[in-house]
């Protein structure tokens, strides 16, 4: 039998436009949310969020990769695979981490994502990939 804990981990794992819904299954209604694009203080919409992902990603999927648990919440180490609709090049993988406390209740009231936009992200797009990485070797202590 799976602990609350665990369904947390699958329903990421495992999450869907459809199962966005079940979100206030484990997020309190008053929930904070923040990653390098969005600051947001509802359930409401963190939900729009992640719909508005599945809306502009294809194939978005989280895979939690480590777990560290503390007393006041827990820490995700995550990869999130996703292509993107309108370039259609080789999948993304983003190597990040979310930092999640829970209410009294249980549920997660702070989830604050933490990932390098730049080298996750825009270093491995077609044009701005080689500005970035161009940069990136310009400020290097190994250039």
Sequence with gaps: MMNDFEKLILYFETLSLDKVAAMGDYYAKDAYFCDPFNEVNCLQDIQAIFIDMFHKLDKPAFKITDVFQAE????????????????????????????????????????????????????????????????????????
């Design 72 to 143: 006041q919440g827990v820490v995700l180490v995550w990869d999130f695979i996703f292509n993107v609709k309108l370039l259609r090049v080789m999948p993304f993988k983003i190597r990040g981490n979310s930092v999640l406390k829970f209410n009294a209740q249980g549920k997660v009231n702070y989830h604050r994502d933490y990932w390098d936009s730049s080298a996750e992200l825009y270093a491995k797009l077609p044009l701005l990939g080689s500005i970035f990485r161009g940069l990136r070797l310009q400020f290097s202590s190994k250039s």
